[in-house]
């Protein structure tokens, strides 16, 4: 494939650059034998340098703060808290002219004055000290980011604790059933509610079940006596008793009926026999379609009002 120079690069033909396409600057550098730059392992490293330094600032600073209990400005000096201050200067009782406090006078009372302002001072210096003191020992018990564990291995199996077959739902359910509410009631409200609970607590009183009773059989009443709302214009439902009467009649005429058919002859020869055999069936029939009608639990008569 042939090529061309350009700026003292050689650069590739179209058509192999439509072969072998360059994948970007990468790409490129890669064709030309340079390794390309791995960002993703320069930015991981530069994170775990990072957690490392952090890992190693935190427990420099817990192991200092463990040993904090005492400032750095007063780890090798003694304590002078419990010091008893010099006497004052007095003069000789013998009144030596040659002594050597001879001239100087103090006023009564100066040495317990001096005395009472030291002891003030060492307490407020060991009242500060203890605060410092205080605040050294929390930082220092403060617990501090626990290292992560290890990265388990890829062929590491982890080992669970057995299945087992509780039902923590349903125990959970019956224990909270079994819980009863705190009583809060005091003795006299308990008495109260123990005179309150009579033979016939709970039931309900005679009258209102009478009543009750009453309010059901008057509803019943208005509903038998309240007009049909399906009943059409003109017409009245025919009373139950009526509808039964007359499905005992009509009964009774069917079978009537069918006596007198079964005993006439099969071979009907007269024009008398022929046209008696043609009534009985008409009537049958219209017996029949009376039974259907009157077998219905609702049956319309005309209104004779």
């Known amino acids: 494939m042939m090529s061309y120079q350009v700026a003292g690069r050689q650069k590739p033909s179209a058509v192999a650059e439509m072969l072998m396409p360059t994948n970007g600057f990468r790409g490129a550098q890669k064709r030309a034998g340079i ?31 463990k040993d904090l209990y005492k400032l750095e ?7 002078r808290v419990f010091e008893q201050p010099p006497p004052s200067p007095r003069r000789s009782a013998r009144g030596d002219e040659n002594d050597e406090n001879d001239g100087e006078f103090l006023q009564r009372g100066t040495a317990e004055r001096r005395q009472q302002e030291l002891r003030e001072k060492n307490k407020a210096a060991r009242q500060i000290i203890q605060e410092k003191i205080e605040d050294a020992r929390f930082i220092a018990d403060r617990p501090s980011t ?21 039902d923590w739902i ?3 359910r019956q224990a909270a059933q079994r819980m009863a509410a705190p009583v809060t009631l005091t003795k006299n409200e308990r008495a109260a ?42 017409m009245k439902l025919m009373p139950e008793d009526e509808r039964v009467q007359t499905l005992e009649v009509l009964k009774a005429s069917r079978e009537e009926a069918m006596n007198q058919l079964s005993r006439m002859p099969f071979i009907l020869e007269t024009p008398t026999a022929k046209r008696k ?25 005309a209104d004779g009002r």
């Open 35 to 65: 390794a390309p730059k791995n960002h993703m392992k320069d930015n991981l490293m530069a994170i775990k340098y990072a957690q490392a330094a952090a890992r190693e600032e935190r427990e420099n600073a817990a192991r200092a703060a």
């Open 73 to 79: 400005q007063f780890r090798n000096v003694p304590s």
């Open 146 to 166: 626990p290292r992560k564990g290890k990265t388990p291995a890829r062929t590491e199996v982890g080992v669970f604790k057995p299945r087992t077959n509780d």
């Open 170 to 172: 349903s125990s959970n």
């Open 193 to 234: 509610q123990d005179a309150a609970v009579h033979g016939s607590f709970g039931q309900v009183p005679e009258y209102l079940q009478q009543r009750k009773l009453q309010w059901a059989q008057e509803k019943e009443e208005a509903k038998r006596l309240a007009p049909d709302p399906n009943c059409p214009k003109g």
């Open 277 to 301: 055999h043609a009534e009985l069936e008409m009537k049958l029939k219209e017996i029949e379609a009376a039974l259907q009608l009157f077998s219905k639990q609702k049956v319309y008569i």
